[in-house]
């Protein structure tokens, strides 16, 4: 199996399957240094767009893709959707939203940037790689940006670096301390980063998140990495069924 990687439902998936006996190859983009990484065979780079991918499942000789890539990874999934129609089965991995969140929701980073400049000093939480909408709108608000990988800023922002999961006690302790006046987020799912939503909403600091791309057509995705693992090892027993 081609699994593209990158996230903890990823690696979770990844050891399932190694646990079950199935050979699995993890692909991972290589943005992040340091990953954290999956058990199994491991492959860093991008593949050079839907061609490349394709022909990197013939040339592995994959059965099978597993798309677990960031909800918000809406070219990869593309491409992966592309990559895989009529060649090999292919299944979304992608983790629920979050539920019972109060946030104003917006479909771009534009449109958060827009609503986030209507603040003092907004706090955002995007990633290195969503911040360029946000740098022209907010180049002149003393704002926050907490990245894993180091990137440039405005000279009026706070850069932080840090890497998840956080705790409740401590996005209290930080959002206080930075006096930040509205939270940026995208709706990422998970427990890892969710404290921060926790600690806005015990502070009373709006929140603004930003909607996913939708999924690509026609692919089947599932929720957990135990589903996708029932996924696989089904497609595996069907093509042992064939043979």
């Known amino acids: 199996m081609l699994l593209l990687g ?95 969140v ?13 609503v986030a400049a209507r603040y003092r000093r907004p706090f955002l939480t995007v990633g290195r790689q969503s911040l360029d909408d946000f740098r022209s709108a907010l180049g002149a608000h003393p704002a926050v940006a907490r990245v894993v990988e180091p990137t440039e800023v405005p000279e009026a922002w706070t850069l932080l670096r840090s890497r998840g999961p956080y705790t409740l006690e401590g996005e209290l302790a930080l959002v206080q301390e930075l006096g930040v006046d509205v939270l940026v987020s995208k709706d990422s799912g998970g427990d890892l980063t969710r404290p921060k939503l926790e600690a806005a909403a015990r502070l009373g600091v709006p929140v603004v998140l930003v909607d996913r791309p939708p999924p690509p057509a026609g692919v089947s995705t599932v929720a957990t990495p135990e589903l996708a693992a029932a996924w696989v090892l089904e497609q595996q027993d069907g093509r042992e069924v064939q043979q």
Do not use: K, N, Y
């Open 102 to 114: 109060r946030a104003t929701r917006v479909g771009s980073h534009a449109e958060a940037a827009a």
């Open 6 to 100: 990158g996230t903890g439902e990823a690696r979770a998936l990844a050891g399932l399957l190694v646990g079950a006996g199935a050979s699995v190859t993890t692909s991972l983009a290589g943005r992040v240094s340091r990953p954290a990484l999956p058990v199994g065979e491991v492959r860093i780079g991008g593949f050079g767009g839907v061609a490349g991918l394709r022909q990197a499942v013939l040339d592995g000789g994959f059965d099978v893709v597993v798309d677990a890539t960031h909800p918000f990874a809406a070219t990869i999934s593309a491409h992966a959707a592309q990559a895989c129609a009529d060649l090999v089965p292919l299944l979304r991995l992608q983790r629920p939203g979050w539920e019972g």
